[in-house]
């Protein structure tokens, strides 16, 4: 055999199995980098998807709240509490009411159970109520339930308030249908679909699968992965074939008993993956061909030429798979062939930072959404009762003069109050959203403590104040620390407001400074109702808060003022045996001052 022909053999196999490596390669990485991608885009549709729900049973609970306090509940519940009303005149009350506020299922039920009025089901009227009577869940919760209907059986989001008349009540229960409307509301990524099984019959029923138009046809594929989850209660996921290759998330959907009434299943198509595997593996060959045919006569040249790009291109893949999404490929000196396939791997990681990018874009748009609806809620609180008192006021003016003063006091003294409420909401929402940057300074803790305590020395020896004992337990040798002295005491005031809330029948208050390996330790301890696992976990999220009227916000500023000194706050609780927060502070200058410097 000839060099000419042993080099072009040896270039040709080096050429074909560089191809070969470089295109298996680039659709592993291309597998791992959709998956990663896929991964987030499921997560966040599975987060958007549970605010939906939220929010469906905030609305839920809101128009029930505006039925509850209608005249026509109110004269419903004044019947029930009498003896010897017709509650047949009441029949027809729930219809106008559940129309009115966009309800498909509304009943007002007496607390014997029995069916005073329905809207979905009138005839009903008389008959026991199959659940309404024994469902406990908290006042502020909405709930998945089966509800009976003339000829079918259907899913719905519900919740249940109770209207007192006397020593009787009127259980008013009522909510939204979980169909295909609900689904048509969500916005979903291209290449998503969300479909919704309604765990209505004993056995997997096909009938009961539903996307956003209607009956899914031909979903036996999806028949064992409904079951698993129906038995287990457990959320699962599974690649269908269905028609072509798709992942499927699949999440229950349990009732207040914990039932599974239901399944979400999430379904991303992997038809773009599929085709970018199959087009680098033609490439791949192509490139391969075409390495075949000009080795003859050129093979230094093209081995010069070949030979580094595809390294480039290589480690460019690598470098996507390990997360970074900017990794590019410099082929200004490589043949045609190689572009080519460099230009196809840009194309590919181009359209993964676009999709990252829209994910991230979502998520930021979802999170202002939730702000917004926060501030709209906390604020709706205070301004109810001010609006009752402006029409008290109104109606005192027929009063006499000395009636009318009274009435006039105590409404300005309401009105004072719920000012100061908006104002604390405000603030705690402006706090939060411009926290200032920190004014370094020598701090001493133990003075920051002792001045903190005696800020509400006057709180707890007011008269009427549940008996709550502070004590002190300072290191003398503590020293100093470079901090914001009044930041640091702001923290600490709303660890102290947290652990006073918390002993409403009094206990101890402890306050204690000592130093550790890592600077200073500050401890604040009360003797309160503890934490569950549940509550520490979220303890520190902005906007969750245990309080009926709280925020949400206080301990989120408390974990921002440590994070900015360079500390660490966590937490130590059990139910019913008080609660610990520990905060430690670095002693020297913290590299947000060092940054600042």
């Not at 329905?118 to 909405?142: E, I, L, N, Q, T």
């Not at 301890?525 to 309080?547: C, I, M, Q, S």
Request: charged fraction near 20%; proline fraction near 5%.
């Amino acid at each position: 055999m000839t060099l000419r022909n042993r080099l072009f053999a040896l270039v040709s196999a080096a050429v074909a199995l560089t191809v070969v490596l470089v295109t298996s390669t680039v659709a592993s990485s291309a597998r791992r980098a959709f998956a990663a991608v896929d991964a987030q885009r499921t997560a966040a549709l599975v987060a958007q998807i549970r605010r939906e729900f939220a929010a469906e049973g905030e609305q839920v609970i809101a128009r029930l709240e505006r039925i509850a306090a209608s005249d026509a509940v109110l004269r419903t519940a004044g019947d029930v509490g009498r003896s010897k009303s017709d509650l047949s005149l009441h029949v027809g009350e729930a219809a106008p009411l559940a129309s009115a506020q966009g309800l498909d299922f509304l009943d007002l039920v007496g607390d014997n159970g029995t069916i005073i009025s329905s809207a979905h089901w009138p005839a009903r009227f008389g008959y026991r109520h199959p659940w309404a009577a024994d469902v406990k869940p908290p006042a502020s919760a909405a709930f998945l339930q089966r509800v009976d209907l003339p000829g079918e059986v259907a899913l719905g989001l519900l919740a249940t308030l109770t209207v007192t008349a006397g020593d009787r009540r009127l259980l008013v229960t009522g909510g939204r249908r979980l169909d295909q409307h609900f689904l048509n509301a969500l916005v979903l990524p291209q290449g998503t679909r969300v479909l919704l099984y309604r765990n209505l019959e004993p056995e997997v029923s096909r009938q009961q699968l539903i996307d956003a138009s209607g009956v899914v046809p031909e979903a036996a594929p999806l028949d064992p992965l409904i079951a698993r989850v129906r038995q287990s209660g457990q959320e699962a996921r599974e690649d269908v074939a269905w028609p072509e290759a798709e992942t499927v998330d699949a999440l229950p959907l349990k009732g207040h008993d914990g039932t599974v009434l239901g399944v979400l299943l999430i379904s991303s198509s992997r038809r773009e993956l599929s085709a970018l595997v199959t087009r680098i593996r033609w490439s791949g060959i192509g490139f391969g061909a075409l390495g075949l045919a000009f080795g003859f006569g050129l093979s230094y040249v093209l081995a010069s030429r070949v030979t580094r790009p595809v390294e480039q291109l290589a480690e460019a893949a690598r470098a996507v798979a390990a997360g970074d999404w900017n990794a590019g490929v410099d082929v200004s000196a490589a043949s045609s062939e190689i572009a080519a396939l460099a230009e196809a791997f840009a194309t590919m990681t181009g359209q993964l930072v676009d999709q990252r990018d829209r994910l991230v874009q979502a998520e930021r748009v979802a999170a202002w959404r939730e702000l917004a609806r926060r501030l709209a809620h906390e604020l709706k609180n205070p301004l109810f009762p001010l609006r009752l008192t402006l029409d008290n006021l109104r109606r005192a003016r027929t009063l006499p003069p000395g009636e009318f003063n009274e009435v006039f006091e105590e409404g300005m003294g309401a009105l004072a109050t719920g000012l100061a409420n908006l104002n604390t909401v405000v603030g705690r929402f402006s706090d939060f959203a411009r926290m200032p940057v920190p004014e370094w300074a020598d701090v001493s803790p133990n003075a920051v403590v002792q001045q903190t305590a005696r800020l509400f020395q006057a709180q707890l020896e007011a008269p009427g104040q549940p008996a709550i004992v502070v004590a002190l337990d300072l290191d003398p040798s503590a020293g100093s620390i470079r901090a914001d002295g009044e930041q640091i005491g702001r923290a600490l005031q709303n660890l102290l407001l947290n652990a006073i809330d918390a002993m409403p029948r009094g206990g101890q208050l402890t306050i204690r400074t000592r130093r550790s390996a890592g600077g200073i330790l500050l401890d604040v301890a009360d003797t309160g109702e503890g934490l569950t696992a549940e509550e520490r976990e979220r303890l520190f999220t902005p906007y969750y808060t245990t309080k009926q009227h709280g925020t949400g916000l206080g301990l989120a500023i408390v974990q921002a003022v440590v994070t900015d000194h360079g500390g660490k706050i966590w937490v130590d609780s059990t139910p019913a045996r008080g609660t610990t927060f520990h905060i430690e502070l670095p002693v020297g200058p913290t590299p947000c001052e060092k940054a600042a410097l």
